[in-house]
């Protein structure tokens, strides 16, 4: 993902903190789920993410208890859908007051409630759910009227001095003429980031006609490839892009995003919860990273995730020196569109 500055800072700090540590296994962003309720049932969604009430949402204290013991600089609160999370705004305001970045990921229904309450703040970046256009990212949530209501809480929450980001995933009737239209809308509205992500084959999900194989997903991102060209504001870093066209290879990292949820922490990763723990150490010590990084599990076949291999980008940028330069200027290119920006 492609991080403003201060961000991108605290990560490399908290990176060469644990490097002079001693440690290998750093987590980099927190993935927090504080609850499993939301106001939709999309098709991309594990019925154990939307399903769950609300009186059994993680209690504030214990978030920030999570948020400590992972140590990680970004928390991404996620769900479930965090603007029913009654406790949102001290949420988020407790990350801020860690001095942690908060990424809040939003399907956008709730939102204005949220921005009535809550501050901007550079810590702070609203997270918004597009799936393309109208017709897709309608059908995708299941509720018609979605994606106009995305699309107006964006323009508000630009309004408002809120750094907006948008969250893509692509399945396989995502056309790639609509991801164009769709990141040209984005790019008039001037949002700060466009994250896209492909949704793949798993086989925990039910109704696979949605999802993609290993090739399909090769042959769309070819093509995100080529619009992060077009559109700078695209923000997944061009070497997952790369990863994800099929043009390079990583180990998974999934303990550099590990998840925190209603059940507790979830191992191995974002996607599969084979067992949940009730501490953080219990957690680290427990999860067998060594398999799950070699990507041998039949579940990992497929799987291109963000959550998954941004990480890994991190984690591998230092083998190579071209891998370096590419980041490199890909970050400036964004400290220099944001400077004439301003
Ligand atoms: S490859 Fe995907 S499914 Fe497998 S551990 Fe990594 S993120 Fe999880």
């Not at 209690?59 to 970004?74: N, R, S, T, Y």
């Not at 809120?162 to 239209?181: C, G, H, K, M, P």
């Not at 769709?182 to 109704?207: F, K, N, Q, R």
């Not at 790369?242 to 925190?260: E, I, K, L, M, S």
């Amino acid at each position: 993902m492609r991080f403003p500055l201060h961000i991108a800072t605290d990560m490399m700090k908290w990176q060469l903190v644990n490097w002079w540590r001693g440690a290998d296994r750093v987590p980099i962003v927190l993935m927090l789920e504080p609850l499993h309720t939301c106001n939709l049932a999309c098709v991309g969604c594990s019925p154990e993410r939307y399903s769950g009430d609300l009186k059994n949402r993680v209690p504030l204290a214990q978030c920030f208890e999570a948020i400590d013991a992972c140590g990680a600089p970004v928390v991404s609160i996620c769900g479930g859908e965090p603007t029913v999370y009654p406790e949102i705004v001290e949420l988020v305001e407790g990350v801020i007051a860690r001095k942690k970045h908060a990424i809040m990921c939003t399907n956008a229904i709730l939102l204005e409630r949220f921005y009535k309450k809550a501050r901007p703040h550079k810590r702070l970046t609203v997270n918004v759910h597009l799936d393309g256009m109208r017709e897709t990212h309608d059908r995708v949530v299941d509720r018609p009227g979605t994606f106009d209501r995305a699309i107006e809480m964006i323009v508000e929450g630009k309004r408002r001095g809120f750094a907006v980001q948008t969250n893509t995933t692509v399945y396989r009737e995502t056309s790639l003429e609509e991801l164009d239209a769709m990141c040209a809308l984005l790019t008039e509205l001037d949002v700060d980031g466009i994250l896209v992500s492909p949704g793949y084959h798993y086989e925990a999900i039910e109704g696979d006609e949605h999802f993609l194989y290993r090739d399909e997903i090769h042959q769309k991102f070819r093509y995100v490839l080529e619009l992060a060209e077009r559109y700078p504001k695209i923000s997944s870093t061009p070497l997952f892009l790369q990863f994800a066209a099929g043009q390079r290879d990583y180990p998974c990292t999934p303990w550099g995003n590990p998840t925190f949820t209603p059940n507790g922490w979830k191992g191995p990763c974002y996607l599969i919860g084979d067992k949940y723990y009730g501490s953080w150490s219990e957690f680290f010590a427990g999860v067998d990273w060594n398999y799950w990084e070699s990507r041998r599990d039949p579940r990992c076949h497929n799987c291109k995730m963000h959550s998954g291999f941004e990480p890994s980008v991190v984690r591998k940028l230092g083998d190579s020196f071209g891998d370096v330069v590419t980041m490199t200027r890909w970050q400036l290119a964004n400290v220099r569109g944001a400077s004439r920006a301003a």
